[in-house]
């Protein structure tokens, strides 16, 4: 078989619903890495958040905020900020509703309010704490991603802005992006660097942020913890993440020449 290059989704996919790597899904990396593949990151998350796992793991290519912020082999090769004016306009409207945003650039993140209960549950159910509070951020930095915290259906009210696209991750939170930036459009920037055709690629993912990724790549693989929406338009889907699903899909993908025991 010749190279692939393989993307991961990171919560529901590499990590479990305790947020930690199961051995097989370290396992199914290691065989990937023997047979010859490259292995990368495709995440919702920004780089800080995740420095760890990579380091962990070994990973030195991914794709973060959604397809805003992309490295090949520790060198950025693609950035994708959101407007200033824009977030100006976003800022303004929630004062005026009252939802709390958090600012992301590559190295940290603000938040306009300090110690909202939505943004605890939120940042909480990731393992990480409350950020300090700068509104004034996004003028001081390039923001890839905003959060904004509100219910669902809140933030119908922001979608007048049409340079921004709206994709919900948690029952409080909902992420800010660039309107047409995808894990897809990252995909497509970080496979330049490498000698692959679309057919290669391959990505795991489990939740609508995946949607775009799951289509684009040559396989789209689900895991059986998947959105159904996400499930509908894979080309395979797994087993969970915490019944080994990654090792079961690589193996039965004949990705590795390790077979899963029947």
């Not at 989704?9 to 890495?33: C, N, W, Y």
């Not at 395979?236 to 699903?245: A, H, M, S």
Request: hydrophobic letters at 40%; charged letters at 30%.
């Amino acid at each position: 078989m010749r190279e692939k290059v393989v993307f991961f989704d990171i919560d529901g996919t590499l990590l479990d619903h305790e947020k930690k790597v199961p051995a097989s899904a370290r396992q199914a990396i290691e065989e990937l890495r023997k047979a010859g593949h490259h292995v990368a990151i495709a995440t919702g998350r920004a780089p800080f958040m995740f420095k760890d796992l990579r380091e962990d793991l070994g990973i030195d290519s991914f794709v973060s905020f959604n397809g805003q912020y992309v490295v090949f082999e520790g060198e950025v090769i693609y950035k994708n900020p959101l407007k200033t004016e824009t977030l100006e306009k976003v800022l303004q409207a929630s004062e005026q509703t009252k939802h709390p945003l958090v600012f992301m650039n590559h190295e940290t993140m603000m938040a306009t309010e300090k110690d909202h209960p939505m943004i605890r549950e939120s940042m909480g159910s990731l393992k990480f704490h409350h950020p300090e509070v700068n509104p004034s951020f996004f003028t001081e930095s390039e923001i890839y991603q905003t959060l904004l915290f509100c219910r669902d259906g809140e933030e119908e009210s922001y979608r007048k802005y049409e340079d921004l696209n709206f994709i919900r991750w948690h029952e409080c939170a909902t992420d800010i992006l660039p309107m047409g930036g995808s894990k897809a459009e990252g995909i497509k920037k970080l496979v330049e660097r490498l000698p692959f055709e679309r057919e290669d690629i391959y990505a795991f993912g489990d939740e609508l942020n995946d949607l775009e990724m799951i289509e684009y790549a040559g396989t789209g693989v689900a895991m059986g913890n998947a959105n159904q929406k996400v499930k509908d338009i894979a080309d395979f889907i797994t087993k969970p993440v915490n019944e080994d699903g990654i090792l079961f899909a690589v193996r039965e993908l004949g990705l590795t020449t390790a077979r899963t025991a029947k």
